[in-house]
C-alpha cells in the first residue's frame, strides 16, 4: 500500500502579518469572559508551543528533500510568526490580575518535558497537537453562543488574527506528519500505528486537561467560584458552543489505518480566508 502525502497542489506560503493587539484586554472576545479564558488559555500555548513544533521539525529537516523539504521551511516560517503574535496578544492579559506567570510555568514545564525525551518525541507531540490546531479552521466556523456567531462583537482585527492562524494552521497541518512518515518509512505500518494513536490518547488527555485547568485559572481571577470556572470552562468546550466537542469526528479519523490528515480536505471551506489574507500580505 502507497503510503499518502500531502497533495502535490497544496502550497504553503508564509504571510507577515502584524495585528493590532489593543483591544486584547479584559473579555475581548464578544464580552464573553467565558470564551475570553478559553481563547487566552490557547493563546498562551502557543508562543512555547510553536517553537517547540519547530524544533521537532528542524531536527529532521537533512533528512527530508524536494517538496516536503521547501513544505518544513515554510511551516517554520508560519509558525515563529504565529509565535510572535500571540506573544503580543498575551502581553495585554493583566497580569496584576491573572495568573498568567503561573500558567506560563506550568506550560514551560510541560514543554520541557517533551523536550527531554528528544526529537522523536518532540515530532509525536508535534503531529498531534497539530491535529488538534488545525481542527480551528473548522470548528471557528457555525461556532455560537445563544444564537450569535462566536467572534461577531470582537474587535476586527482580534477577529482576523485568530481566523488568519487558523487558516495557516489548515494550510501546513500534514508537514510535521509527512515528516513523521518519512523517518518512520522503514517502520512496520502496525508499529507505526500503535505508535501515533497511543501518543495522540495521551496528548488529547493532557492537552485538553491543561487548557481547562489555565482557563478555570484566569476565570477564578474575574470571579468564579473554582468549581464554577472548572464547569463553566468544560461547557464551552464540550456542551455549547464545543468548542472541542464539534470536532469529534475529525480527532477521531486519527485512528483510521493509513490515516492522514489531508483526508480530511477542506481546502474549500479556507479558499476564501486565503484568498483575503495572500492579498493582504502581498500589500
Not at 489593543?22 to 481563547?39: E, I, K, R
Not at 470536532?247 to 492522514?260: A, I
Not at 489531508?262 to 500589500?283: G, I, P, Q, S, Y
Request: net charge negative.
Amino acid at each position: 500500500m502507497t503510503t499518502k502525502r500531502t497533495p502535490d497542489d497544496v502550497t504553503i506560503l508564509p504571510r507577515d502579518l502584524h495585528f493590532d493587539m489593543a483591544a486584547g484586554s479584559g473579555p475581548w472576545l464578544d464580552g464573553n469572559m467565558v470564551a475570553t479564558a478559553v481563547f487566552n488559555a490557547m493563546s498562551l500555548t502557543f508562543p512555547d508551543g510553536e517553537r517547540l513544533f519547530i524544533d521537532a521539525v528542524k531536527a529532521y529537516r537533512s533528512e527530508v528533500s524536494g517538496k516536503l523539504a521547501q513544505d518544513v521551511k515554510d511551516f517554520i516560517t508560519q509558525e515563529a510568526i504565529h509565535s510572535r503574535e500571540h506573544h503580543l496578544l498575551n502581553n495585554q492579559i493583566d497580569r496584576t490580575k491573572y495568573p498568567v506567570a503561573e500558567i506560563e510555568a506550568a506550560i514551560n514545564e510541560n514543554i520541557a518535558l517533551g523536550r527531554s525525551g528528544g526529537r522523536f518525541r518532540m515530532l509525536m507531540a508535534t503531529i498531534c497537537l497539530e491535529h488538534f490546531t488545525a481542527m480551528m479552521a473548522d470548528l471557528m466556523i457555525g461556532l455560537d453562543v445563544d444564537g450569535v456567531p462566536l467572534f461577531s462583537k470582537t474587535d476586527p482585527a482580534l477577529e482576523r488574527l485568530w481566523r488568519w492562524h487558523a487558516m495557516e494552521e489548515t494550510e501546513h497541518k500534514a508537514v510535521a506528519y509527512d515528516v513523521f512518515l518519512e523517518s518512520t518509512s522503514d517502520w512496520p505500518a502496525l508499529t507505526r500505528y500503535v505508535r501515533r494513536s497511543l501518543s495522540m490518547l495521551i496528548i488529547t488527555r493532557h492537552f485538553t486537561e491543561n487548557i481547562t485547568q489555565y482557563a478555570a485559572k484566569l476565570l477564578v481571577a474575574d470571579g468564579y467560584d473554582p468549581k464554577d470556572a472548572t464547569r463553566a470552562v468544560k461547557a464551552f468546550l464540550w456542551k455549547k458552543p464545543a468548542l472541542f466537542g464539534k470536532g469529534w469526528k475529525v480527532w477521531l479519523s486519527w485512528f483510521k489505518p493509513g490515516f492522514h490528515p489531508w483526508d480530511h480536505d477542506n481546502r474549500d471551506v479556507m479558499a476564501k480566508w486565503k484568498e483575503e489574507f495572500t492579498l493582504v500580505a502581498a500589500e
